[in-house]
């Protein structure tokens, strides 16, 4: 997938799990997209300086709620989508205005792949 700029889609995988941002990470690569990593809130926040085309985001990492993390990636870039994942099988009822998308893990890596391409793909027409 390529930004409409023609260059790789940049996809943040903010999860304090380095197991979970391998695998995230292998299967995004595998699609050709370029990955940047962030094992807290603070990280997430920092790496998306520089404008990730999406962001995936775990519901629970240190350094802060993910209401902190998502609003910091808003306060920096308001259109910017983001999957929430979680352990859980439904999201936070207050979650709902901040998260692009929620999905629970274990997530099928075809499912998350397309969850990612369909975000890229809306985010794109905006």
């Known amino acids: 997938m390529t930004t ?4 790789r889609a940049s996809v943040l995988i903010a999860d304090d799990d380095p197991l979970v941002r391998r695998v995230l990470r292998m299967a995004l690569e595998s699609h050709g997209y370029h990955v940047v990593e962030a094992a807290d809130v603070a990280g997430a926040i920092s790496a998306a ?3 990730p085309d999406l962001v995936v985001l775990d519901i629970n990492m240190p350094g802060g709620s993910v209401h902190e993390a998502i609003g910091g990636l808003r306060d920096q870039h308001p259109q910017l989508p983001i999957l929430v994942l ?3 099988s439904a999201p936070p009822g207050d979650l ?4 692009s998308e929620f999905a629970q ?21 905006v």
């Open 4 to 7: 409409p700029e023609g260059s």
């Open 49 to 51: 300086e520089r404008l």
């Open 86 to 88: 979680s352990g859980e």
């Open 96 to 99: 709902e205005t901040g998260a």
């Open 105 to 125: 893990k274990p997530i099928d890596l075809d499912d998350f792949l397309t969850r990612v391409e369909r975000l890229l793909a809306t985010a794109s027409q």
